[in-house]
């Protein structure tokens, strides 16, 4: 008998029982699985076999095509990169599958299901379509008076972390003068600009990102020094909405395009404002190819 007790999910050292648990397979599934189909990690010395993460979200992924219909055969060797998925799967499918496996707090499934959607989609596509679906349909919830606190603060902060994997696929230093992504110092709600970050790496795009919370002093400071071809300064409300930091920043002879719902309400200050990924994304290009 092998025990489970020694690899905590963290270590990245799953035992086959934790796995079977947490797939909800038997244990003697998980061994014919990978009898069949040699997947999963290879037989290391005797009880001491172990699955990495990426083992475990590679079996999640095989049985997620298979619940949508694809044979099993088929479904592992689409799951470990030895043949295309061949199966479209609608955004509302995926956005179902999200929303199902946060409400579980199943935090595997869902960056599973993240880096699936990513790496599917694109970070453009996955936000428009799969990822803003999603949280706005638990706002709705918040309204309606369903707490769903846990599930919202599971699934935003694997979709950070998800964004972040995608967005080290591709070299960090891209020659040229970047785009710098702030959000205004009061705003917490960082997503958008995270999808806007991860979008412009995958183009190719010089681009430097500040995080949450960054002081406007630090922001100006930060912008003087790398001197962006664009600021691009993100607010989702009209109460975290900086006009004084987008205009300390002209002043520094910076371009700056105000992004988000934040900034409606003050109308035309002389900055370019996108509220949807595609106009944020054009804009971004259109300077970086200046």
């Known amino acids: 008998m092998e025990s489970d007790n020694d690899a905590p999910p963290g270590a990245g050292a799953w035992a086959p029982g934790k796995v079977a648990g947490l797939l909800g397979v038997s244990p003697v599934t998980l061994r014919s699985w990978s009898a069949r189909y040699g997947i999963g990690p290879p037989a290391a010395s005797g009880r001491h ?11 999640q992924h095989m049985q997620r095509l298979v619940a949508r219909g694809m044979p099993v055969r088929e479904a592992a060797e689409a799951a470990f990169g030895r043949s295309p998925a061949g199966l479209e799967v609608p955004a509302a499918r995926r956005a179902r599958e999200l929303e199902d496996a946060a409400e579980e707090l199943q935090y595997a499934s869902v960056a599973g299901l993240l880096d699936e959607t990513l790496g599917t989609l694109g970070p ?36 950070s972390l998800a964004f972040e994997r995608f967005s080290r696929r591709f070299p ?12 205004c110092p009061a705003e917490r709600h960082s997503l958008p600009i995270e999808a ?26 930060l912008a003087a020094r790398l001197d962006p071809v664009l600021v ?21 002879g910076c371009a700056v395009g105000t992004a988000g719902p934040g900034w409606e309400h003050l109308g035309d200050r002389g900055f370019r404002w996108v509220n949807d990924m595609a106009s944020a994304v054009e804009l971004a290009v259109e300077h970086a190819g200046a």
């Open 124 to 159: 453009a596509a996955a936000w428009t379509d799969v990822l803003a679906p999603v949280l706005r349909g638990l706002g709705d919830r918040w309204q309606r008076g369903d707490v769903c606190f846990a599930s919202e603060w599971a699934l935003t902060s694997e979709i």
């Open 49 to 59: 076999r172990r699955y990495s993460d990426e083992d475990v979200r590679r079996l």
């Open 232 to 252: 691009v300064l993100w607010a989702n409300a009209p109460t975290t909405a900086d006009d004084l930091l987008a205009a300390r920043l002209g002043g520094l």
């Open 196 to 221: 806007l970050r991860a979008t412009l790496a995958e183009a190719a795009v010089p681009v430097a990102y500040l995080g949450q919370l960054v002081p406007a002093e630090t922001v100006a400071d």
């Open 172 to 183: 960090a230093a891209v020659p040229g003068r970047p785009v710098l992504l702030a959000c």
